[in-house]
């Protein structure tokens, strides 16, 4: 089962919470995309790995995150023998998540070597990523480390020569968390950080060997065992063009620190498990990775790879909010009845839950470009498939982590009062929440990059517009005319996001833009999703979803109509139940 339900009457009337359940077993659109993307001997092997960790989150690691996101990081200056040794003190909780997340899954390796769960290859994005989702659910500090410890390795192996990557890659892909060296990302500075031509850090070649020297302002997983920063070499010109990657190790060979220093740690908003500090470099030796001169490509190859997993990680917080506020709606009794049979719960139901959908289907989608992208299996990289993957990472990165803010409020508020408590997981889902839209790019900055980038310099909107196309070819048993109205709502998503990406006046509405290009293509992923599902096991639920994102996002909406209550009461009984849904019946309220 993939949930437990506690009798209302044994908690006094007070709605129970997720404790007892499977987050794996109870997402069914989880387990339908990955039938979808990933191949079926692969999947047959990892379901018993997924199970397994969908029920840890909900149960030990939610528990574990719960405390060390209480209990917070502290750095100590000094050992007890009066020795400048820093350290940071974790509370035992959080060290139960790396051995988790490093050590029994090995989340971290997965798209790097052999042997994680017992498979002999590699995993493709799509399997890796679906560990990422679940682990995620329960803990969004921790997500960052891993996840820059995956991306780092990605930038060492495709940049790094073979002395670096040899010095480094078994350190950071073992699953010996004992031996493991975690990695860092020190990008940020005071004066760059969105505006990362602005970094004054500096590099220095001494007697054959690089000392760096300078400050980063925002440094997470501040006491990693390497750090993956960019510094400009003495002489390099201005801009982002005179940036240069270096791998930055926290300790020497002899194993006295590196020259430089933890200054204090930053107390943030959320992600409060995980220790963000500021550091100043005094002279640090540190080793480029890749050529001096491509600084910047190589960084933002990392720092892509960390815009779909962040992108995924609030994906995962939604899909906790939903798992919430399900657990609310099926267990509390309000004026007597049952919650789930008040109409105006149903609908605010429906609104948590819709953006937490369409959120999946993206991020499977890029995920699985990805793979394509990077010739996963021993296939030629796909230069469709890189095109759009460019367009596809920032869409997600950027509207998946704004709704993260809002739905992870709306299930505080579903359940009430005690939402509002500590003790339930609704704050630190919210805190969480409001990181993914800032880190690694801002809201801004994400969508600048979506439409005048992506778009507007390398025209990744033409094949993005063909593969949508494709799906919805591809949709049997929809009806044409939904597919019709899709594919219009498609190509003028394509045309307004081409005309903005040209006009550097219309700057402003490129957040706008990005937002209904993302809404028309997960409208028609999830019709895809749903012909697709129901032609594998019967179940056609997604096409309603996609019927949802078309009435709510792409519609014109008379701000003084009240909608057609008898027609939302059917989708949303028929998708808040726990009953397959007939093609027949989703393909007659699509129509409608």
């Not at 908690?11 to 339908?32: I, M, S, Y």
């Not at 329960?138 to 990605?154: K, Q, R, W, Y």
């Not at 815009?307 to 309000?334: C, E, F, P, Y």
């Not at 709704?403 to 997981?425: L, N, S």
């Amino acid at each position: 089962m993939g949930r437990t339900q506690t009798a209302v009457n044994d908690l006094k009337g007070v709605a129970p919470d997720t404790r007892g359940w499977n987050f794996f077993d109870a997402d069914k659109g989880l387990q339908d995309l990955l039938a979808l993307y990933v191949a079926p001997d692969l999947l047959a092997h990892l379901r018993p790995h997924l199970s397994k960790l969908g029920s840890m989150v909900a149960n030990e690691l939610d528990i574990a995150a719960h405390l060390a996101d209480a209990h917070t990081p502290i750095l100590h200056q000094r050992d007890r023998f009066g020795r400048d040794r820093q350290w940071i003190e974790y509370h035992p909780g959080y060290h139960e998540l790396e051995e988790a997340a490093y050590g029994t899954f090995g989340i971290h390796a997965m798209s790097h070597r052999s042997g994680i769960l017992d498979w002999p290859d590699p995993f493709p994005a799509t399997a890796k990523h679906a560990f990422t989702y679940l682990f995620n659910q329960a803990e969004f500090g921790l997500g960052c480390p891993i996840n820059v410890t995956d991306s780092g390795m990605h930038a060492i192996i495709k940049f790094g020569d073979d002395v670096i990557k040899d010095w480094l890659i078994p350190k950071m892909s073992t699953t010996d968390t004992a031996e493991l060296w975690q990695s860092g990302q020190y990008m940020t500075e005071k004066e760059g950080g969105s505006d990362v031509g602005s970094i004054t850090t500096t590099a220095r070649l001494v007697d054959g060997q690089w000392r760096v020297y300078g400050e980063k302002w925002f440094c997470s997983n501040a006491d990693a065992e390497i750090n993956l920063m960019l510094a400009r070499p003495e002489g390099a010109g201005d801009g982002t063009r005179g940036l240069s990657l270096f791998a930055l190790p926290r300790f020497l060979d002899d194993g006295s620190p590196n020259h430089y220093r933890i200054v204090r740690l930053k107390e943030k908003l959320g992600t409060r498990s995980m220790a963000s500090g500021e550091v100043i470099i005094d002279g640090a030796l540190a080793y480029p990775v890749g050529p001096l001169d491509r600084g910047i490509h190589q960084m933002l190859e990392m720092v892509n790879w960390s815009r779909l997993s962040n992108g995924i990680k609030s994906s995962a917080l939604m899909r906790r909010a939903v798992h919430d506020s399900t657990a609310v709606m099926q267990g509390r009794i309000v004026f007597g009845v049952p919650l789930m049979e008040k109409p105006l719960a149903r609908r605010q139901m429906m609104k948590i839950q819709l953006p937490a959908e369409q959120s999946l289907s993206l991020w499977f989608f890029t995920a699985d470009v990805l793979d394509k992208a990077e010739g996963y299996g021993g296939r030629p990289p796909s230069q469709e498939a890189a095109a759009l993957l460019r367009l596809a990472t920032p869409t997600l990165k950027f509207r998946a982590t704004r709704d993260g803010r809002r739905v992870t409020g709306d299930a505080m508020e579903m359940r009430g009062g005690i939402g509002y408590v500590e003790e339930f997981v609704n704050p630190r889902l919210l805190r969480d929440a409001h990181c993914g839209s800032i880190w690694e790019g801002t809201s801004n900055i994400v969508a600048l990059d979506a439409v005048t980038r992506a778009v507007g310099k390398h025209d990744c909107h033409a094949p993005f517009q063909a593969a949508l196309h494709a799906r919805l070819d591809e949709a049997e048993g929809v009806p044409a005319t939904y597919r019709d109205e899709l594919r219009g709502y498609i190509d003028r998503a394509i045309d307004t996001i081409a005309t903005v990406a040209q006009r550097p006046e219309d700057e402003a509405a490129c957040r706008q833009v990005t937002t209904t290009f993302y809404h028309a293509a997960t409208a028609a992923l999830m019709a895809w999703e749903g012909a697709q599902t129901h032609a594998r096991r019967g179940d056609a639920r997604r096409l309603l979803w996609s019927k949802l994102v078309v009435e709510h996002h792409l519609k014109p909406r008379d701000p003084y109509g009240v909608g057609d209550a008898a027609w939302e009461d059917e989708v949303s009984a028929l998708l808040l139940g726990d009953g397959d849904v007939a093609m027949t019946d989703a393909a007659r309220l699509v129509s409608g």
